[in-house]
């Protein structure tokens, strides 16, 4: 279990307009509110069903699996927008990337474990 508390990302208010941009930034929160609120139920001490947690896993690696298929378009995509929409993606994929580094230390702890807990088992 995480022994601090995240405050909720929120996802940008606009999108960019661009088309690649906005579907990462999309993605990336749906994730993230997946993984945000199996943080919750967790911290809450919910009991979390086994089937429920195998469904979270499985829609997770959807999530991520569509984020891998749009990434390489993302740079040819900004770089070919005017510069206020530069400027927009680069700040939707700034708040992207701090969801996704959430995501990142959240469902390594849960699913992969943490050294500690390897210490503690032997």
Known sequence: MLSWSQKR?????RASK???VDAFVNNTFELYHKVFVYDSLVNAGVEIPAEIEDELVEHAEQDVDSLLQI???LIDDISDAPFMRQAKATLNLNKAKK??????????????GTKEEEDEKE
Do not use: H, M
């Open 71 to 73: 990434v390489p378009d």
């Open 99 to 112: 969801a996704l580094k959430y995501c990142g230390i959240t469902i390594k702890t849960y699913f992969v």
């Open 18 to 20: 661009v088309e690649s």
């Open 9 to 13: 990302i929120k996802p940008p208010k």
